[in-house]
């Protein structure tokens, strides 16, 4: 039983390092937005995500990993060969603030509920 | 993996744009020397960027086919401008040659400011991923709070 309300924070706790390694992706983007033939790198980790779930079997969401991936495509705006778009690098930084923030957030109100539950609701 | 490494790269990210302008500063400084310790006009700077990898952990990720997220970005040199002196007509100047004409350097203050412009934003970008960094970790601490 308490293994199922401790569940959701385990996927949680994924999600909130798959964050900080996007995190980690976009300040190095933005670190080399002067690099020539730098290629911007971004974290595979959501998709990942939504699919073991369609398979319904909370096993397999253990073995998800987020993964740094290298976008190869090119900026036709550049002649230098980066492909970094600092207006959606800063874009990107500021959704996954966001993001991050808001699983910080469901994590305390899943750990106030279990709170909630062994003072017995007083 | 953690939020100091985002920082270490935002940091460098700081240096390196730094770096930059130091030069940009150099290069408008000297926009008049016409003699310099080596005796020619003062040529022009720049700086090469590369990505910072090599640390254990990228190592190890590229070993087993992975990718890392690297460490930031580093200058690897400084370069001096090769491109062709401008000649200017001044016969009362020191450094003039026998025809009256006066090697100056090879700066073009219009491609400095510009230069100038592009390594300030860059500076801020990595500013703002510090600071995103920062509120992330300060976040990070009300877990179970």
């Known amino acids: ?122 | 993996m953690g939020f100091f490494s985002s920082l270490d790269i935002g940091a460098s990210g700081l240096t390196a744009q730094r770096v930059r302008m130091d030069i940009i500063s150099q290069n408008i400084a000297n926009v008049n020397t016409t003699r310099t310790e080596d005796g020619t006009p003062y040529r022009r700077k720049d700086v090469l960027f590369e990505e910072r990898t090599g640390s254990f952990s990228d190592v190890l990720a590229a070993a087993s086919d992975k990718l890392s997220n690297g460490q930031g970005v580093r200058v690897t040199k400084i370069v001096e401008d090769t491109s062709e002196f401008k000649k200017v007509y001044d016969p009362g100047h020191p450094d003039a040659d026998e025809d009256g004409y006066v090697n100056m350097p090879n700066v073009d203050v219009v491609t400095e400011m510009v230069n100038m412009i592009s390594a300030s934003r860059s500076y801020e970008a990595n500013v703002t991923s510090i600071n995103a960094t920062k509120s992330m970790a300060m976040k990070a601490l009300e877990i179970g709070k």
């Open chain 1, 1 to 122: 039983m308490i293994q199922g309300l401790y569940g959701k924070s385990n996927i949680m706790e994924k999600a909130l390092n798959a964050s900080i390694a996007r995190n980690d992706a976009i300040s190095q983007n933005i670190a080399n937005v002067d690099t020539p033939n730098y290629k911007r790198k971004d974290v595979a980790f959501e998709q990942y995500f939504a699919d073991s779930l369609n398979r319904a079997n909370m096993n397999d969401v253990d073995d998800i990993q987020p993964t740094i991936i290298e976008d190869k495509s090119d900026n036709k705006m550049r002649i230098d060969g980066n492909n970094v778009d600092i207006d959606s690098e800063m874009s990107y930084l500021a959704k996954n603030t966001i993001k991050y923030n808001a699983l910080v957030q469901l994590i305390n109100s899943n750990f106030s509920r279990i709170k909630n539950v062994i003072r017995e609701g007083k």
